[in-house]
Protein backbone atom coordinates (compact mmCIF):
# COMPACT_ATOMS: atom_id res chain seq x y z
CA UNK A 1 0.00 0.00 0.00
CA UNK A 2 2.68 2.35 1.16
CA UNK A 3 4.71 1.43 -2.42
CA UNK A 4 1.13 2.45 -4.27
CA UNK A 5 0.23 5.46 -2.37
CA UNK A 6 4.40 6.73 -3.25
CA UNK A 7 4.02 5.85 -6.73
CA UNK A 8 0.77 7.51 -7.33
CA UNK A 9 1.81 10.93 -5.66
CA UNK A 10 5.31 10.82 -6.60
CA UNK A 11 4.90 9.25 -10.41
CA UNK A 12 2.16 9.17 -11.35
CA UNK A 13 2.75 6.17 -13.31
CA UNK A 14 3.04 2.54 -12.14
CA UNK A 15 3.22 -0.85 -13.61
CA UNK A 16 0.87 -3.54 -11.99
CA UNK A 17 1.72 -6.77 -11.92
CA UNK A 18 -0.08 -10.07 -10.23
CA UNK A 19 -3.27 -8.52 -11.50
CA UNK A 20 -4.78 -11.58 -12.44
CA UNK A 21 -5.73 -10.45 -16.24
CA UNK A 22 -2.53 -12.51 -18.03
CA UNK A 23 -4.30 -15.03 -20.16
CA UNK A 24 -7.15 -12.39 -21.50
CA UNK A 25 -4.36 -9.77 -22.28
CA UNK A 26 -2.34 -12.39 -24.63
CA UNK A 27 -5.86 -12.79 -26.29
CA UNK A 28 -6.26 -9.16 -27.12
CA UNK A 29 -2.42 -8.92 -27.69
CA UNK A 30 -3.09 -11.32 -30.70
CA UNK A 31 -6.51 -9.75 -32.06
CA UNK A 32 -4.77 -6.50 -32.35
CA UNK A 33 -2.15 -7.65 -34.28
CA UNK A 34 -4.48 -9.21 -36.46
CA UNK A 35 -6.42 -6.14 -36.37
CA UNK A 36 -3.60 -3.96 -37.94
CA UNK A 37 -2.37 -6.65 -40.47
CA UNK A 38 -5.32 -6.50 -41.96
CA UNK A 39 -5.92 -4.51 -45.68
CA UNK A 40 -6.38 -0.70 -45.28
CA UNK A 41 -10.29 -0.81 -45.47
CA UNK A 42 -12.79 2.67 -45.52
CA UNK A 43 -13.38 2.40 -41.72
CA UNK A 44 -15.31 4.58 -40.10
CA UNK A 45 -13.88 7.57 -38.09
CA UNK A 46 -16.18 10.14 -35.91
CA UNK A 47 -16.30 12.96 -33.74
CA UNK A 48 -19.21 12.08 -31.72
CA UNK A 49 -18.87 13.29 -28.15
CA UNK A 50 -15.18 12.15 -28.68
CA UNK A 51 -13.12 9.69 -30.85
CA UNK A 52 -14.78 6.53 -32.16
CA UNK A 53 -13.76 4.31 -34.78
CA UNK A 54 -10.33 3.88 -36.82
CA UNK A 55 -8.11 6.71 -38.21
CA UNK A 56 -5.14 8.82 -37.44
CA UNK A 57 -4.68 12.50 -36.28
CA UNK A 58 -1.83 14.03 -37.26
CA UNK A 59 0.93 11.91 -34.89
CA UNK A 60 3.06 9.11 -36.72
CA UNK A 61 0.16 6.29 -35.90
CA UNK A 62 -2.74 4.84 -36.16
CA UNK A 63 -5.32 4.43 -33.65
CA UNK A 64 -8.57 1.79 -33.52
CA UNK A 65 -10.97 3.93 -30.60
CA UNK A 66 -14.01 1.97 -29.23
CA UNK A 67 -16.36 2.63 -26.17
CA UNK A 68 -16.13 -0.53 -24.25
CA UNK A 69 -18.28 0.70 -21.39
CA UNK A 70 -21.29 1.06 -20.24
CA UNK A 71 -22.75 -1.55 -22.49
CA UNK A 72 -25.80 0.50 -23.74
CA UNK A 73 -23.57 3.43 -25.37
CA UNK A 74 -21.59 1.45 -27.01
CA UNK A 75 -21.68 1.58 -30.96
CA UNK A 76 -21.12 -1.91 -32.83
CA UNK A 77 -20.44 0.23 -36.01
CA UNK A 78 -17.29 0.80 -34.96
CA UNK A 79 -16.23 -2.62 -34.07
CA UNK A 80 -14.14 -4.79 -36.70
CA UNK A 81 -15.64 -8.06 -38.06
CA UNK A 82 -12.35 -8.98 -38.39
CA UNK A 83 -10.62 -10.81 -36.71
CA UNK A 84 -13.89 -13.04 -36.01
CA UNK A 85 -12.50 -13.26 -32.21
CA UNK A 86 -12.19 -9.85 -31.76
CA UNK A 87 -15.54 -9.01 -30.36
CA UNK A 88 -15.41 -11.62 -27.93
CA UNK A 89 -12.25 -11.25 -27.12
CA UNK A 90 -12.86 -7.17 -26.61
CA UNK A 91 -15.24 -7.75 -24.20
CA UNK A 92 -13.90 -10.06 -21.90
CA UNK A 93 -10.68 -7.74 -21.98
CA UNK A 94 -13.12 -5.00 -21.33
CA UNK A 95 -14.88 -6.71 -18.36
CA UNK A 96 -11.14 -7.77 -16.77
CA UNK A 97 -9.64 -4.10 -17.10
CA UNK A 98 -12.43 -2.69 -15.67
CA UNK A 99 -12.11 -5.54 -12.17
CA UNK A 100 -8.75 -4.40 -11.70
CA UNK A 101 -9.31 -0.88 -11.94
CA UNK A 102 -11.97 -0.92 -9.46
CA UNK A 103 -9.44 -2.89 -7.58
CA UNK A 104 -7.23 0.08 -7.70
CA UNK A 105 -9.90 2.73 -6.85
CA UNK A 106 -10.72 0.64 -3.78
CA UNK A 107 -6.35 0.51 -2.60
CA UNK A 108 -6.43 4.00 -3.77
CA UNK A 109 -9.46 5.43 -1.68
CA UNK A 110 -7.84 3.62 1.48
CA UNK A 111 -4.34 5.19 0.96
CA UNK A 112 -6.26 8.83 0.80
CA UNK A 113 -8.02 8.45 4.00
CA UNK A 114 -11.33 8.41 1.65
CA UNK A 115 -14.52 5.94 1.69
CA UNK A 116 -13.24 3.22 -0.73
CA UNK A 117 -16.85 2.20 -1.90
CA UNK A 118 -17.06 6.25 -2.12
CA UNK A 119 -14.93 6.52 -4.96
CA UNK A 120 -15.50 3.55 -6.59
CA UNK A 121 -19.38 5.09 -6.73
CA UNK A 122 -17.96 7.92 -8.24
CA UNK A 123 -16.89 5.64 -11.41
CA UNK A 124 -20.94 3.90 -11.44
CA UNK A 125 -21.79 3.50 -15.20
CA UNK A 126 -18.20 5.21 -15.55
CA UNK A 127 -16.98 5.50 -19.08
CA UNK A 128 -14.13 2.94 -20.51
CA UNK A 129 -13.03 3.65 -24.25
CA UNK A 130 -10.12 1.45 -24.81
CA UNK A 131 -7.58 2.05 -27.97
CA UNK A 132 -5.31 0.35 -29.56
CA UNK A 133 -2.34 2.19 -31.33
CA UNK A 134 -0.28 1.00 -34.34
CA UNK A 135 3.75 3.55 -34.71
CA UNK A 136 4.66 2.18 -38.20
CA UNK A 137 8.48 2.92 -38.35
CA UNK A 138 9.79 6.02 -39.71
CA UNK A 139 13.90 6.10 -41.14
CA UNK A 140 13.39 9.63 -39.93
CA UNK A 141 11.94 8.94 -36.53
CA UNK A 142 13.71 12.06 -34.58
CA UNK A 143 11.47 13.84 -37.06
CA UNK A 144 7.84 12.44 -35.86
CA UNK A 145 6.18 12.00 -32.98
CA UNK A 146 4.01 8.83 -32.43
CA UNK A 147 1.67 10.43 -29.84
CA UNK A 148 2.04 14.32 -29.25
CA UNK A 149 2.68 15.13 -25.32
CA UNK A 150 -0.41 14.92 -23.17
CA UNK A 151 -1.91 13.97 -19.98
CA UNK A 152 -5.15 11.71 -20.12
CA UNK A 153 -8.97 13.26 -19.14
CA UNK A 154 -9.52 10.27 -17.41
CA UNK A 155 -9.58 8.62 -14.07
CA UNK A 156 -7.03 5.38 -14.82
CA UNK A 157 -5.60 4.57 -17.85
CA UNK A 158 -4.37 1.05 -18.13
CA UNK A 159 -1.98 0.18 -20.62
CA UNK A 160 -0.03 -3.24 -22.31
CA UNK A 161 2.67 -3.02 -24.56
CA UNK A 162 1.66 -5.66 -26.92
CA UNK A 163 5.20 -6.32 -29.09
CA UNK A 164 8.82 -5.38 -27.65
CA UNK A 165 9.33 -2.14 -29.29
CA UNK A 166 9.34 0.32 -26.53
CA UNK A 167 8.25 3.70 -26.93
CA UNK A 168 6.31 5.14 -24.21
CA UNK A 169 8.05 8.37 -22.10
CA UNK A 170 6.86 10.31 -18.95
CA UNK A 171 7.97 13.83 -18.51
CA UNK A 172 9.66 13.71 -14.77
CA UNK A 173 11.12 17.10 -13.17
CA UNK A 174 11.36 18.63 -17.16
CA UNK A 175 12.90 15.40 -18.32
CA UNK A 176 11.61 12.94 -20.64
CA UNK A 177 12.15 9.56 -19.37
CA UNK A 178 11.24 6.11 -20.70
CA UNK A 179 9.64 3.51 -19.86
CA UNK A 180 10.89 0.08 -20.21
CA UNK A 181 7.73 -2.21 -19.62
CA UNK A 182 8.31 -5.89 -17.58
CA UNK A 183 6.90 -8.29 -19.28
CA UNK A 184 2.97 -9.33 -18.62
CA UNK A 185 2.58 -5.95 -16.61
CA UNK A 186 0.25 -3.48 -16.95
CA UNK A 187 1.35 0.09 -17.45
CA UNK A 188 -1.14 2.16 -14.93
CA UNK A 189 -1.25 5.99 -15.14
CA UNK A 190 -3.01 8.47 -12.97
CA UNK A 191 -5.44 10.91 -15.22
CA UNK A 192 -6.30 14.48 -15.02
CA UNK A 193 -9.96 13.19 -13.18
CA UNK A 194 -8.68 11.46 -10.84
CA UNK A 195 -7.39 14.88 -9.17
CA UNK A 196 -10.40 14.78 -7.57
CA UNK A 197 -8.04 13.70 -4.76
CA UNK A 198 -7.33 17.72 -4.15
CA UNK A 199 -4.14 17.05 -6.23
CA UNK A 200 -2.78 14.38 -3.88
CA UNK A 201 -2.22 12.11 -7.02
CA UNK A 202 -1.59 14.26 -10.23
CA UNK A 203 -1.97 13.11 -13.91
CA UNK A 204 1.58 13.49 -15.58
CA UNK A 205 2.57 14.33 -19.00
CA UNK A 206 3.72 11.66 -21.89
CA UNK A 207 4.23 10.97 -24.86
CA UNK A 208 4.92 8.05 -27.66
CA UNK A 209 8.23 7.78 -29.85
CA UNK A 210 8.70 6.18 -32.84
CA UNK A 211 11.12 3.59 -33.68
CA UNK A 212 13.41 3.81 -36.86
CA UNK A 213 13.06 -0.22 -38.04
CA UNK A 214 10.19 -1.74 -35.77
CA UNK A 215 6.46 -1.10 -35.65
CA UNK A 216 5.37 -0.46 -31.68
CA UNK A 217 1.49 -1.68 -30.52
CA UNK A 218 0.13 -0.71 -27.81
CA UNK A 219 -3.55 -1.08 -25.69
CA UNK A 220 -4.87 1.57 -23.72
CA UNK A 221 -8.16 1.34 -21.66
CA UNK A 222 -9.28 4.65 -20.16
CA UNK A 223 -11.66 4.75 -17.33
CA UNK A 224 -13.71 8.03 -16.38
CA UNK A 225 -17.05 8.90 -14.91
CA UNK A 226 -19.95 9.06 -16.88
CA UNK A 227 -20.85 12.21 -18.96
CA UNK A 228 -23.52 13.45 -16.58
CA UNK A 229 -21.61 12.97 -13.28
CA UNK A 230 -19.45 16.14 -12.17
CA UNK A 231 -15.79 16.07 -10.91
CA UNK A 232 -14.13 18.30 -8.27
CA UNK A 233 -11.98 17.57 -4.74
CA UNK A 234 -13.68 14.82 -2.88
CA UNK A 235 -15.31 16.86 0.70
CA UNK A 236 -12.89 14.38 2.87
CA UNK A 237 -10.02 16.37 1.12
CA UNK A 238 -10.76 19.83 1.47
CA UNK A 239 -10.77 20.23 4.84
CA UNK A 240 -7.29 21.49 5.60
CA UNK A 241 -6.15 23.66 2.47
CA UNK A 242 -9.47 24.26 0.99
CA UNK A 243 -9.90 22.72 -3.07
CA UNK A 244 -7.80 23.07 -5.41
CA UNK A 245 -10.08 23.57 -8.29
CA UNK A 246 -13.32 24.04 -9.37
CA UNK A 247 -16.05 21.12 -9.54
CA UNK A 248 -17.28 20.63 -13.37
CA UNK A 249 -19.25 18.29 -15.53
CA UNK A 250 -17.31 15.15 -16.97
CA UNK A 251 -18.81 16.38 -20.37
CA UNK A 252 -17.56 20.03 -20.31
CA UNK A 253 -14.56 18.81 -18.99
CA UNK A 254 -13.94 16.18 -22.28
CA UNK A 255 -15.00 18.91 -24.92
CA UNK A 256 -12.56 21.19 -23.14
CA UNK A 257 -9.66 18.50 -23.25
CA UNK A 258 -10.50 17.34 -27.26
CA UNK A 259 -10.96 21.37 -28.34
CA UNK A 260 -7.43 22.03 -26.97
Given at each position: MAKL????????????INHGATTVIEKMKLVTEDFFKLPLQPWIWSYICGIRGYGQKLDWGDMLFLRALPVSQRNMRFSPTTPISFKATMD?????????????FKLMGANL??????????????????????????????????????????????????????????????????????????IINIGDIMEMSNEEYSSIEHRA?????????????????NFTAKVGP?????????????????ESLLRLYLSS
Amino acid sequence: MAKLHRACKEWGFFQLINHGATTVIEKMKLVTEDFFKLPLQPWIWSYICGIRGYGQKLDWGDMLFLRALPVSQRNMRFSPTTPISFKATMDEYSLQMHKVCITLFKLMGANLGVDPDKLCSIYQDGIQGIRMNYYPPCQQADKVIGLTPHSDATRLTLLVQVNDVQGLQIKKSDTWVPIKPIPGAIIINIGDIMEMSNEEYSSIEHRAIVDFHKERLSIAAFHGTNFTAKVGPLADLVKEIGPQYKTTETESLLRLYLSS
